[in-house]
């Protein structure tokens, strides 16, 4: 019977290789990545010196803007410069499940419990 | 490489957590960093988060042409490889550099700062009256601050003048210089700043207690009553440029491969793919730094 186990020959290093043709389609594609991620910063360093901090709810959506900015830029960067979109789909979940869940249950209690603390304070004082 | 940078990315994911929960249970006003970054060298004058774009931007072009180095490997074409790698390396070098700057500003501050002995109600310049009371921060400009920390621990060759136009502080000897009291500053980093000059000024300086800050250290800094705020920007932006700086040493390595044609003998060019990977990785975790301390 054919092993099926063995990897002859057949590792991603010498099979990753690309042609002439494909290189400058993926090199086309750099380019425009790096143009959004410059355009996004941008545009986050001219919201940031326009908008005056206030307890107002205009600032507090552009807090938001600006973190939904960062994970649209961070998106890009995991995706085509790591080019993690291109690897295989189990490779990805491993990588990405247990991150956003620890670290999305970690902000998600951090944040709640630091106002919370903040209003027990506040209401015993 | 993969596996190491997902725990690499727990470990910043669990700082910036820590950061944002201190940030959250904070008593008092957290400062803002487009109020706190605004200098770039060699200018005076203010260019709020000019400098840390330019950092930013300077990361992201060094990871472009990071991946363009790994595009070149996978057409086995070595030239280009050393080309892009070389200038991923100056990038970072360049990274390197506006950090140390950045960080020599912070710790050195931008005139220091002390706080009220007792309850003051001052008119700044604009005409807007301020109740200030005990233990509330008063910030010194550059000028006079860059005098007022030595006169304070002592040096005998700074004295205090005092004339009917108000105080300076007079240098004598090699650097022979002087500074007046201008005017001094509230609600420096935490919200829209005031001035106060002249005699107002008077009445703040005269309420001065023993209590100075100039820049940040581990033990007291002037941009916040937190030290926390200070310990946070050291340790986070400390350990992000200790990723950037052993990136840029791991990059040589192979860099110094690539030229000496290793992976051109090995047909491949997988190294500089991994070195890419942390190197991205490096820029990636600049920008939710980059978002979480100077801009939010």
């Given at each position: 019977m054919e092993r099926d186990d063995l990897i002859v020959n057949d590792s991603y290093a010498l099979n990753a290789h690309h042609s002439e043709e494909e290189g400058a389609k993926i090199r086309k594609n750099i380019w425009k990545v790096t143009g959004i991620l410059t355009l996004l910063t941008t545009a986050e360093v001219m919201m940031g010196i326009y908008f005056k901090r206030a307890e107002t709810f205009t600032w507090s959506m552009i807090k938001w803007t600006f973190i939904v900015l960062t994970l649209v830029k961070a998106a890009y960067i995991v995706l085509v410069f790591m080019h993690l979109g291109d690897e295989r789909s189990n490779l990805k979940k491993v990588i990405l499940a247990p991150y956003m869940l620890f670290i999305g249950y970690l902000i998600f209690i951090a944040i709640t419990e630091g106002f919370g603390h903040l209003g027990a304070f506040n209401a015993f004082h | 490489m993969w596996y190491f940078l997902v725990s690499d990315a727990l470990t910043f994911g669990g700082l910036l957590t820590a950061y944002g929960f201190v940030r959250a249970s904070s008593e008092d006003a957290w400062p803002i960093g487009e109020q706190v970054f605004r200098a770039l060298p060699g200018l005076e004058g203010e260019y709020p988060l000019i400098y840390v774009a330019l950092m930013t931007f300077i990361l992201i072009v060094s990871s472009v042409t990071m991946v363009l180095a790994v595009e070149a490997g996978h057409r086995n074409d070595k030239n280009s490889v050393v080309r892009w790698m070389g200038l991923t390396i100056i990038g970072g070098f360049f990274f390197l550099g506006s950090q140390a700057w950045e960080w020599s500003h912070f710790i050195h501050g931008s005139g220091g700062s002390f706080l009220l002995a007792e309850n003051v109600t001052v008119t700044s310049d604009d005409g807007e009256t301020f109740n200030l009371t005990k233990g509330d921060p008063v910030f010194m400009d550059h000028h006079f601050g860059h005098l007022a920390e030595p006169w304070l621990e002592g040096a005998a060759n700074i004295s205090l003048v005092e004339s009917d136009h108000g105080i300076k502080l007079v240098e004598v000897g090699e650097h022979s210089h002087e500074a007046a009291l201008h005017s001094l500053t509230l609600n420096k980093y935490i919200e829209n700043e005031s001035h106060v000059s002249g005699d107002e000024a008077m009445k703040l300086w005269n309420a001065r207690s023993e209590t100075f800050a100039f820049g940040a250290n581990m033990h007291d800094?002037?941009?916040?009553?937190?030290q926390s705020y200070a310990n946070f920007f050291f340790f986070i932006t400390g350990f992000h440029g200790f990723h950037v700086f052993s990136g840029v040493v791991i990059n040589i390595i192979i860099f110094i491969m690539v030229i000496k044609g290793v992976f051109e003998r090995r047909k491949h060019y997988e190294m500089v793919e991994k070195v890419g990977l942390y190197w991205h990785f490096v820029d990636l975790v600049w920008v939710f730094v980059f978002t979480f301390f100077y801009l939010v």
């Open positions: - | 800094n002037e941009y916040a009553i937190q």
